[in-house]
């Protein structure tokens, strides 16, 4: 089994900036693609932004500019930089990974989520 798990989220004045963690650990013989989705209030579900293995990023028009994504393959670990945030970036963000079992399939896994709020 693999597990995703997501770190630093919280209340945060706009303008301000957080840092986002999230650790896999488990059955990995190689993570791929990670990133991050986030679901607002309103409960739609955006992208904010991938990383592929070899640290090439994507990331959503939102966003782009005020967050930057990275990753740690050492650590099997992927971060979220969140700057200059504002009421819009309140949301539970989620991280996710293609990861590559010991049986050599690929699967996806999602963290269970850090809620960002970001008050005015």
């Known amino acids: 089994q693999v597990q995703l798990v997501e770190s630093g989220g919280g209340l945060v004045q706009a303008g301000g900036s957080l840092r986002l963690s999230c650790a896999a650990s488990g059955d990995i013989y190689r993570l791929n693609t990670m990133g991050w989705f986030r679901r607002g209030p309103g409960g739609q579900r955006e992208l904010v932004g991938t990383?592929?293995?070899?640290?090439?990023?994507n990331l959503g028009d939102s966003v782009r500019g005020r967050f930057t994504i990275s990753r740690d393959n050492a650590k099997n670990m992927t971060y979220l930089q969140l700057n200059n945030l504002n009421r819009w970036d309140s949301a539970v963000y989620y991280c996710?990974?293609?990861?590559?079992?010991?049986?050599?399939?690929?699967?996806?896994?999602w963290g269970q989520g850090t809620q960002v709020t970001v008050s005015a």
């Open positions: 990383i592929t293995s070899d640290e090439s990023t």
């Open positions: 996710y990974a293609m990861v590559v079992r010991s049986s050599g399939f690929e699967y996806d896994y």
